[in-house]
């Protein structure tokens, strides 16, 4: 079973950038689609991109399209997600998610990571 780990997180400014990694263990990555999600605090986790095993297909949620864009590097068993123009209400911890499914619900996601934690200030 592929296991994940996020990192990258940290405090930014508001407007500025930030780029999340997610290392994945195992040897069928590129068989997985990815995703990633957030939750902030008192709220439900919070769906932002999903990617399909070859990287050709993406899709975001309305919050963050066009400010993020998720990306991966299958030779090297990684995900990305660059954040620009962040905003205060970005602030939350920032989970990635394995699936055999490009369409997968959250009963979908075979591994998921222990999150990163990204804080944006005002």
């Known amino acids: 079973q592929v296991q994940l780990v996020e990192s990258g997180g940290g405090l930014v400014q508001a407007g500025g950038s930030l780029r999340l990694s997610c290392a994945a263990s195992?040897?069928?990555?590129?068989?997985?689609?990815m995703a990633w999600f957030r939750q902030a605090p008192g709220k439900e986790r919070e769906f932002l991109a999903r990617?399909?095993?070859?990287?050709?297909?993406?899709g975001y949620t309305h919050s963050v399209k066009g400010r993020f864009t998720a990306s991966r590097d299958n030779a090297k068993n990684t995900l990305y997600l660059q954040m620009n123009s962040l905003k205060p209400e970005d602030t939350a911890v920032y989970y990635c998610a394995a699936s055999l499914s490009y369409y997968s619900d959250y009963d979908g996601f075979a591994s998921w990571g222990q999150g990163t934690q990204v804080t944006v200030s005002s």
């Open positions: 195992g040897r069928t990555f590129s068989s997985y689609a």
């Open positions: 990617i399909s095993g070859d990287g050709g297909s993406t």
